[in-house]
């Protein structure tokens, strides 16, 4: 019997690097559980408040790139007669989790490039009372032939495999994963935005309600909508306008790693992480502050292990010997991360992009991190089966380091 | 150890009755590979003619070499089940009303990891179990993990009783209990714990062996219906209509002609009226409340059983309008499991090979006995399939039209 050969890996060690090409404006339209409005609305007042941080005007945008699930049937095209814009470089990203890390790398390189000076980077999606569940059954076809019919219980189903299958290989308990939780959940009470505002107990976590065991309420998201956007443009263009900027050392993408793994336990940060933090100049041990995609938190730990904060197996230990809030000695989604803010559909992509920029730029609404010079934003989603397909991360810094 | 079905209690109208609801039923068409082979009892993957690597979730080409070469292949199904989780809350109607609802992941020897549903008689992972087809209420295909071993009252499970049409504690109608065929598929249910049996009898003045006897049977409850009478039909609907879980319509008219051995079209009409215009009426009085019923507690409505004939895929000429008849039969029963799958019931086709009975006479052996097929008739409510061929010469006819509906129409015209 055949089988699926071994992919030749290509590593992106020639790629360029991101000099002269920056980040600003990181904005946030507020979350909201339900809304009547389309997703159309939410890309229109991340636009506006793009332009208002960055006191531009429309006809300055001439990139868009676009992550939203919930634009249909329109795509990104749509959008530009919807707002009254003309590009000159336009991209639909709808990839979830890892919209923003992608939607990041390709404007990088096209305002590199000289295709687009400014690009609007938007993570956006609205929720209706019924989006979710009609989400589910659509999401992809693998999903509407053999995982919907299966229970029904979405990602939380999903997760609870992954989450079960690690817990028992790697030791970890719910108390590891409810110490992510908890010190997100503090992190958030200094976000203004986030849709939890309320301190979680770890007694509170451990007994909250089963959803799909092991995962109980609080391992979950809740589905809302909101927007997150950011600008890319050239370090010129931000210094001439005066706005403050981070700067990207280096990322990576990788989509459907690992095909062979019976089970997910590991992402395709663990084929791209020697570049990254070689082509970032750094070691994991530089980097003061983590975004990862917490969907659900043994995910977290999964993104801690694969971007070499410590060895395959060993988050449960690592986590437990760290503090994890902005003045830890670890802190992870500064601003509370989806679980506290809530996952506004494409816009959580963007969440740990945003946040970051904020961090480096001194434009925080969340606590700072004391002397954060280098962040690292993590991508990871499209589980169109049963594993997430893509993932991607960027490491960011602060303008003078 | 799985708690053994409890017999229901009388159902008390004033709590709040359980509207069908279906799972999840979208499928894209690659998908339906998996439907058709469980509609038959059959768990199949899609297999590549190239390379031969086993694939799940069905493609329309092969991930490993993208050929188009993709078959469908029986599997054995034994793969080592690696994660459990148990749904407490899901998004869908359907499962909102049975949570909790267990589902496995299972990795498969042949390869694919696939998600199932899981039997409550699974060991805890990891362990090895064995993956199986069925059809949910759905009608759609859909995977479950059992036990390597059989356990005891496996069939008790929860969830593989919304998957199957077990007459156990169920109470069925047997549209016709004059015939050998009809008594033994009447003692056939009472042998699998049906709770209770309606048997039809269309001609009272009729004595048939037997039947004094069967009549006797504490779960047997004799009834005057016939089939070529729309009142009839119509009378009895409204009297047990309601009760009804699994209806099985044996009743058939068989004369051995076929166009030029006869004149005239009486007998022809006779067959029609019973075999097709029989079950039209049953399906209009009966179909609709059964339908009604399909969620209705651990006994609901749950399957009709049409007594189709071999003869009904390519005709038979020494048997030619009986074979028309049950051709007609089949097209209408395709219609009714369309409309009974909205709600939930299964359509369930039998098509035996020649019956050992007075109208069979001529033909030789091996002729398939009302207790063979009685008992086909019931592990296939078991099983919870759609289609069964029981019997040698079916199962010949069936190879032979599988391959080529032309040349058994060729061959059996001799």
């Known amino acids: ?401 | 150890m799985i708690p053994p079905l409890l017999r229901p209690k009388r159902k008390n109208p004033i709590l709040r009755t359980r509207l069908p609801l279906l799972p999840p039923s979208s499928r894209s068409r690659a998908a339906l590979g998996l439907t058709a082979a469980a509609a038959l009892g059959r768990f199949e993957l899609q297999v590549c003619g190239s390379c031969g690597i086993v694939q799940y979730p069905p493609r329309e080409v092969c991930h490993g070499c993208l050929s188009g070469a993709l078959h469908w292949r029986e599997q054995s199904g034994s793969g080592e089940l690696i994660s459990t989780t148990t749904v407490h809350l899901s998004q869908d109607p359907y499962f909102r009303e049975r949570v909790p609802w267990r589902l496995g992941m299972v990795r498969l020897d042949v390869g694919p990891t696939v998600i199932v549903h899981l039997h409550v008689g699974c060991a805890p992972v990891p362990s090895r179990v064995r993956v199986g087809a069925c059809l949910d209420k759905s009608g759609q295909g859909v995977l479950m993990a059992f036990p390597i071993d059989e356990v005891p009252n496996m069939a008790d499970d929860t969830q593989l009783r919304e998957m199957t049409c077990d007459p156990k504690f169920r109470k069925v109608l047997v549209t016709d209990g004059k015939t050998d065929v009809g008594q033994a598929i009447v003692r056939g249910l009472i042998a699998a714990g049906a709770d209770l049996v309606w048997v039809g009898y269309a001609e009272p003045w009729k004595k048939i062996p037997g039947f004094a006897a069967l009549a006797a049977l504490p779960q047997v409850a004799l009834l005057p219906l016939d089939l070529s009478d729309s009142r009839s039909v119509k009378e009895m609907a409204g009297e047990i209509g309601g009760k009804v879980d699994i209806l099985i319509n044996s009743a058939e008219v068989h004369r051995a002609q076929g166009i030029a051995s006869r004149s005239g079209i009486e007998a022809a009409r006779a067959e029609m009226d019973i075999n097709y215009f029989g079950l039209l009426r049953l399906a209009q009085e009966f179909g609709p409340v059964m339908r009604s019923r399909a969620a209705d507690g651990q006994s609901s409505a749950t399957a009709w059983v049409n007594l189709l004939s071999i003869y009904a895929l390519c005709n038979y000429p020494s048997h030619g309008t009986f074979s028309a008849s049950k051709a007609a039969a089949l097209s209408l029963s395709q219609c009714l499991r369309a409309e009974m799958r909205a709600g939930g019931v299964r359509v369930i086709n039998v098509f035996p090979g020649p019956i050992d009975d007075e109208w069979n006479q001529t033909l030789p052996p091996p002729k398939l006995t009302p207790e063979a097929l009685a008992k086909a008739i019931v592990n296939a409510l078991k099983d919870g399939v759609e289609d069964i061929y029981p019997g040698d010469v079916a199962q010949e006819w069936l190879a032979r039209w599988e391959e080529s509906p032309k040349t058994l129409e060729r061959e059996v015209s001799v």
Request: glycine share 10%; net charge neutral; proline share 4%.
């Open chain 1, 1 to 401: 019997m055949g089988a699926v050969s071994e992919p030749r890996l290509t590593t992106s060690g020639n790629s360029r690097d991101y000099r002269d090409v920056v980040l600003v404006a990181p904005i946030t339209v507020p979350y909201v559980r339900y809304s009547i409005r389309s997703a159309h609305w939410f890309v229109a007042h991340a636009l506006a408040r793009l332009l208002k941080e960055s006191n531009l005007n429309k006809a300055d945008i001439d990139g868009l790139s676009l992550g939203s699930f919930t634009l249909a049937p329109d795509t990104a095209i749509g959008l530009t007669q919807h707002l009254g814009i003309t590009v000159r470089w336009l991209d639909h990203v709808p990839l979830g989790g890892a919209c923003g890390i992608v939607a990041l790398r390709r404007a990088l390189r096209a305002v590199q490039a000289g295709d687009a000076e400014v690009v609007a980077c938007i993570g956006a999606d609205t929720n209706h009372v019924d989006s979710f569940r009609q989400s589910l059954g659509s999401f992809s076809v693998f999903a509407r032939d053999a995982v919907f019919p299966y229970g029904s219980g979405g990602p939380n189903a999903s997760f609870a495999f992954l989450t079960s299958y690690y817990m028992r290989t790697f030791g970890a308990t719910r108390e590891d994963f409810g110490k992510i939780c908890v010190a997100q959940r503090d992190n958030a009470l200094g976000y203004p935005h986030a849709m939890f505002k309320k301190r979680l107990t770890l007694e509170e976590y451990l007994g909250a309600r089963l959803i799909a065991d092991p995962i109980r309420l609080f391992d979950c998201v809740m589905p809302c909508a909101g927007a997150e956007a950011f600008l890319v443009m050239t370090r010129q263009r931000a210094e001439a306008l005066g706005l403050p900027y981070a700067i990207v050392r280096a990322t990576c993408e990788r989509h459907n790693a690992f095909p062979d793994d019976p089970i997910q336990i590991r992402g395709g940060w663990v084929l791209d992480r020697d570049h990254l933090y070689s082509a970032a100049g750094l070691e994991p041990a530089d980097i003061d502050f983590v975004e990862t995609y917490d969907d659900y938190p043994v995910m977290s730990m999964i993104q801690i292990e694969d971007l070499g904060f410590c060895e395959k197996g060993e988050g449960p230990a690592f986590i437990r010997r760290h503090s994890l809030t902005t003045d830890g000695t670890f802190p992870i989604n500064t601003s509370g991360g989806q679980l506290s803010a809530g996952q506004a559909g494409c816009a959580a992509g963007f969440l740990g992009l945003v946040e970051s920029i904020r961090q480096l730029t001194d434009r925080n609404l969340a606590r700072r991190v004391p002397e954060a010079r280098f962040g690292i934003a993590v991508g990871f989603g499209m589980i169109t089966y049963d594993r997430g397909l893509c993932s991607g991360a960027a490491i960011l810094s602060r303008a003078a380091v």
